[in-house]
């Protein structure tokens, strides 16, 4: 039998111990390699020898997600509801005093679901129930079963299946890690073969120019390659998967033709809002949903805005518009604050540019007051566009919409109508992913009140989509938080664009 120096020394180590079944770690430490490749290729070649048997076990590790360390710390969601709920009086338990006894708003709605799901009913807006018991039972033994994750990974083959299925189907609370571990033992044949009888031989594994100068290599005898050979995975630098897509966007834009235009994150009321039609009792203006400024608290306006907006507002002015009505604080205006959205980079752009037809575009980050969850952050990326030119039209907007969309590797592309204070007519637009339609952003017509004080009579063509929404589609996240966590181990494996 024939085997090179690597097999031979392979097969050496694991006949001082023949009955023995080995390990990676052993075979490691035995043989005094630092690779386990060639563990793994010298197994095979054992293998196909019929010297060695090769088994591979495949276990899935459990560990908790981002959401179920919360839970554990916080309580589970339908735990803290369901506590409240005990411990009201009868008449009490209506969803109107759920809804103000301090759970947050995106809570209740998926709270009272899991609820339904334990047997509470609704009805005519109160929670209703039969078995207490049962329900209580139910959820402590949800409350324990991620408890006894916390400590430490599980094997999933060790857990109650129907708890883990339960989970997983809830985001961001469990993850999972596939993991295989092999072991090698010799066969009968093996233990009976007499070492000397092993020759050796020296494989070609790599041709050096020696061998071609000499050329010894006429002589030799070639290594296979075992293409399915395990092996680690070489990770060399990448770019973060938010810029990479970042960068396609911006790509696809300017195939089509667009140029791109940039803001500050800090502007004034006057240009986030007032610009945009946007009423001054607008409650997304409120300090709840906007980041205003202590520094600058106030920015300079040009005095000639202040004047259109604030006539424009009040009366419509002559926009065939009849304004808002009431009255237009111009201090309100100068108000500085974190962008709200990058509407107001095309809107500036428009008032520096009135007579000059453009088509741009502009990936930036904006800044709400929300709370942090699942698909919630206070900071966050539009993917902003305007046309303007003397033909502007809906049905422009929409073939633009679908072909940027197409490009990113969505064809199916609805509008539907919807309603900003800036944009008549408005259109929601959802793109099909996996057979269902997902929301991802805004667009429209600039409406007269909009264009005229920035001096143009042309229609314009605007839209502002959420980039964090289109980036879990192509990444395959639940959770918008991890795609800026440092953690490497997960930003490794999501896939290049
Ligand atoms: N600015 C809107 C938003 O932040 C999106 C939008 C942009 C809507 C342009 C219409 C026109 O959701």
């Given at each position: 039998m024939q085997l090179n120096n690597n097999d031979r020394r392979m097969l050496k180590t694991m006949l001082s111990d023949p009955g023995r079944t080995w390990n990676l770690e052993q075979l490691l430490s035995e043989t005094g390699w630092q690779d386990q490749v060639h563990i793994a290729g010298s197994g095979k070649s054992l293998e196909s020898e019929g010297l060695v048997e090769l088994e591979e076990t495949r276990t899935r590790t459990v560990t908790l997600g981002p959401e179920g360390s919360r839970a554990v710390e916080d309580g589970l969601l339908e735990s803290r509801i369901w506590n409240w709920v005990l411990g009201q009086e009868d008449s009490g338990r209506t969803i109107k005093d759920l809804n103000s006894a301090g759970f947050k708003k995106s809570e209740t709605g998926p709270g009272i679901g899991l609820l339904k799901g334990l047997g509470v009913d609704i009805d005519s807006g109160k929670l209703v129930f039969s078995d207490e018991a049962s329900i209580s039972d139910e959820i402590s033994r949800r409350s324990d079963f991620l408890s006894s994750l916390s400590s430490q990974p599980a094997d999933?083959?060790?857990?109650?299946e129907k708890m883990v299925k339960h989970f997983s189907s809830?985001?961001?609370l469990l993850e999972f890690e596939d993991s295989v571990t092999r072991t090698w033992r010799l066969t009968k044949e093996a233990t009976s073969i007499?070492?000397?009888s092993l020759s050796e031989i020296q494989m070609i594994g790599e041709i050096t120019p020696e061998m071609l100068q000499t050329e010894s290599w006429k002589d030799g005898q070639f290594k296979p390659f075992d293409v399915k050979a395990p092996a680690p995975t070489p990770f060399g630098g990448r770019r973060h998967p938010m810029q990479a897509l970042i960068e396609r966007i911006r790509s696809v834009f300017l195939e089509m033709g667009f140029s791109e235009i940039e803001g500050d994150f800090v502007q004034s009321a006057g240009w986030n809002m007032d610009a945009l039609y946007i009423?001054?009792?607008?409650?997304?203006?409120?300090m709840q949903d906007t980041f205003y400024l202590d520094e600058p608290s106030k920015l300079d306006l040009d005095q000639h805005y202040l004047d259109l907006w604030s006539k424009v507002h009040v009366s419509g002015h002559d926009t065939g518009s009849r304004g808002w009505g009431g009255s237009f604080d111009k201090e309100e205006s100068r108000k500085a604050l974190?962008?709200?959205?990058?509407t107001v980079n095309t809107v500036k752009h428009i008032a520096e540019n009135s007579d000059t037809p453009c088509r741009v575009f502009g990936i930036g980050r904006v800044f709400r007051q929300e709370t942090i969850d699942r698909t919630h952050m206070p900071e966050f990326h539009q993917i902003e566009g305007i046309i303007h030119e003397p033909d502007a039209s809906l049905p422009m907007l929409i073939s633009t919409l679908k072909t940027f969309y197409s490009k990113m590797g969505y064809p199916d592309v609805r509008v539907r109508p919807a309603y900003f204070p800036?944009?008549?007519?408005s259109a929601e637009v959802d793109i099909m992913w996996k057979g269902e339609w997902l929301e991802l952003g805004g667009s429209g017509i600039f409406r007269p009140e909009v264009t005229e004080p920035l001096g143009t009579d042309w229609p314009v063509c605007a839209w502002g989509m959420g980039l964090e929404r289109l980036a879990m589609l192509i990444l395959g996240?639940?959770?918008?938080r991890q795609l800026y966590q440092p953690d490497l181990e997960r930003l490794r494996k999501m896939p290049l664009l």
């Open positions: 999933v083959s060790s857990l109650d809830r985001g961001g007499d070492d000397s009423p001054q009792s607008h409650p997304a203006r409120t974190l962008r709200t959205h990058t800036y944009t008549e007519p996240l639940d959770d918008i």
